[in-house]
């Protein structure tokens, strides 16, 4: 593949992925006019934004990633995106919870069959010496999408409605996805055909012998719960703690900034490779202490504008692992179970950052902590907590990761790890 072309790639894989995440995070940003129209609880609304799409996602990526490590990635993509594009465009037409509820569930089920398809893609198209960037240009679409949904998303509902808003999130994925078809151009599998016999649970049982895969996967599920803890509780320091909701729009700005960390620390990931391929690790690292002091400052400050920009500085540092995560993985896995990688990567993070951080750290404010501070205290704890633990997983993972890697031949990979 020629540069031109290859960086074509990336940025429209990027594209389609920035899009997945402003389709999922819309019904957050339109969550009120939602619930007043349809005359939902707001037990209803969290339903949607939560169960209704991420535990359904988080099921259905590792078969997704089974059936993309067999077929077609470049379908799989582009199939995923039209499907997610026309269930958010439908969802502006909805006149029930269950018809909403239905509509997110065929989100969750068809973004499932994105990034695992795209882990696989992306390996086998670029060497293992540019991965880890290119996985950080991708996963800079999380926070690019989510900064989108706040903005854009946020002044078409208040121009129009929240139906609008709905279409207008999902009409571009379907412009997108005849586009991405026309342009994509299925990458040549590395592994040798006399790999691929193994079922599902064989496969994973294999990759999940592998130390470094099962140390990456704790460290990485840790900093997820740190990660999902922020954004689902950052709203509430500004409001709860210092009487100020007028920061929590404004907060998104960083998301923005998250997006660039991101492709830094992939840079400087593959830099650092050229030494010791290990030292990847070590932006999961900086990933995991870097932002400890920007929070503990803010979480405490006495101060709104120190406690938004502390705040904001630590989310920086914190997300920036995104990218070096999906692409170090990649090291340890052969091309045909790389989707599948990818996808048990998602289910991983996924069930760790929605279902352990944000619960734990409503329970420590509502039944340990109390006074002014207490969600501070509550963040703060599962931040150390998930830190601690990512710090000394990252470091069992340096011990064995030459060992765990898998090496390659002049034709194909080696099934000698």
Known sequence: MS???AYGTVILLTLIYILSFIDRQIVAVLGVQIRDSLMLSNFQVGLLYGPAFSFIYAIA????GRLADKTSRKLMICLGLFVWSLMTVISGFAASFMFLVTARLFVGLSQAMLSPAVYSFMADEF???KR???FSVYASGIFIGIG???LAGGAISMQYDWRMAMVAAGLPGLLLAPVAWWFLREPERKSSPSMYGRNILQELKAMLKKPTIRWHLTGFAALACTGYTILAFAG???SDVFYSPEYISSYGWFMFGVAGTVILSGKIADHLAK???SKRFYMGIVAAVGGIPFYLYGLFSADVKIAFFCMGAGVLISSSYNGVAAALLQYFVYSHQRALAGGLYLFVISIAGFGIGPPLTGWLTDAVFSGTYSVSYAMISVILVSSTIAVLAFNRAIKTY???AVKINKNNESPLA
């Open 275 to 277: 030494k010791d391929a």
């Open 236 to 238: 509430n320091v500004f």
């Open 148 to 150: 989108l949904s706040f």
């Open 132 to 134: 880890a960037t290119v």
């Open 402 to 404: 030459h060992s765990d």
């Open 3 to 5: 540069k031109k072309l």
């Open 61 to 64: 990526g590792i078969p997704m």
């Open 127 to 129: 060497t293992p010496e």
